[in-house]
């Protein structure tokens, strides 16, 4: 895949993982980071040492003027940007009663409104070249509810309704929109719920055991590639059977 | 520019980008009804008409353009 690829969020965790997946199919890869430069660095070294090509980007998603200067960047220095994988996402769990309004607008802001604003501007240059692959992440949490994450999972069921639409919107010019809902995956994100939640989790797993972030990036990469061509407007599962 | 260089360098582009045959495209032809440009090809006209006219065409222009005269009449104004 001579491809030019962007992952949100791609310095750590299974933005991490799905920055290695994609170079690993010969995709050029801008890894995004929020705050972690030296993580992002190491990404990308790892990227450039097994031959491929990669850039690190540090961009706020959820800030509209940062975002598209991200894209005017990334075009520069790898060319247009053809696969977007929107993986950047926080959490900021709390009880509903508990949830303060910040809470709430900084999950969301995080979480989608970087879906958004990133979606736009790459669509552009998808229409010209007239392939593209978007693929958002979503979770388990969006899809069954979790408790302490109302705004978690409204952002992460939110990312499932936008791509339906987009998928409809631009099915016709050769873009497929699709998003991969993870469940539960050993990742620092996950970590800090600590191990009595992970042995709960691991419970109601089918698989008897969390995911690994790479078991989440070979389906991100299968998304992204030609075979997928014929997917759009589809959330893929993967969480060992978690929401059975 | 001419406006009838502007109109021909424009009937090129929605030959060749949106695949319109040549002979129906006149200037009161609406692109919707007329030459059956659905509203994401209208989209992508602008982005060509600001790529190969080098102009910025902001959305609320964008919102007047139906007929190929009034695509003319944006880039006229603004190449000025």
Sequence with gaps: MSRVALVTGGSRGIGRAIAMELAGRGAAVAVNYARNSDAADEVVQAIQSGGGRAMAIGTDVGDAEAVTAMFSAVEEELGRVEVLVNNAGITRDDLMLRMSLEAWDDVIATNLRSVFLCSKAALRGMLRSKWGRIISLSSVSGIAGNPGQANYAASKAG?????????????????????????????????????????????????????????????????????????????????????? | MERSEIEAKLTDLLVDELGLERDKIASEAKFEEDLEVDSLGVVELLMAIEDNFDVKIPDEDAENITTVSEAVDIIVSKLG
């Design chain 1, 159 to 244: 990312i499932i309704g936008f791509s339906r639409s987009l998928a409809k919107e631009v099915g016709s010019r050769g873009i497929t929109v699709n998003v991969v809902a993870p469940g539960f995956i050993a990742t620092d994100m996950t970590a800090e719920l600590g191990t009595d939640a992970a042995d709960a989790a691991v419970e109601q797993i089918s698989l008897g055991r969390l995911g690994r972030p790479d078991e989440i990036a070979s389906a991100v990469g299968y998304l992204a590639s030609e075979e997928a061509s014929y997917i759009t407007g589809q959330t893929l599962v993967v969480d060992g059977g978690l929401a059975l």
